[in-house]
């Protein structure tokens, strides 16, 4: 098992920036099986939507809305992933989660437990 808490959401202008973090903790065979991290955000009355994916320094995929704008990333040696988002846009307002692959499984997809996530608002 694991836990993943989302941080770092806030209301920015639009154009503004903003850096989410994901802190991941629990079992150790766990988190040393995750594979990839990933964020994914909910607007009202939209869909979970997929926005990032890493799976290594070299391999990362972008949503074609956030590509140029939206830079994944991770921290294996302090257990975290982030999300830095520039160029925001009120499209973007939404609420944010990550979410871990272990082995093959994403673990909040699967178990379809997602927590309160983070708010990011983007508004004049």
């Known amino acids: 098992q694991v836990q993943l808490v989302e941080s770092g959401g806030s209301l920015v202008q639009p154009g503004g920036s903003l850096r989410l973090s994901c802190a991941v903790s629990g079992s150790i065979n766990s988190i040393n099986r995750i594979t990839a991290m990933a964020w994914r955000r909910q607007a009202p009355g939209k869909e979970r939507e997929l926005v990032a994916t890493?799976?290594?320094?070299?391999?990362?995929i972008y949503a074609d809305s956030v590509k140029g704008r939206f830079t994944i990333s991770r921290d294996n040696s302090n257990n975290m992933a982030y999300l830095q988002m520039d160029t925001l846009k009120p499209d973007d307002t939404a609420v944010y989660y990550c979410?871990?692959?272990?082995?093959?499984?994403?673990?909040?997809?699967?178990?379809?437990?997602w927590g309160q996530g983070t708010q990011v608002t983007v508004s004049s």
């Open positions: 979410d871990a692959r272990i082995g093959s499984v994403w673990y909040r997809t699967s178990t379809d437990s």
């Open positions: 890493i799976f290594s320094e070299l391999r990362k």
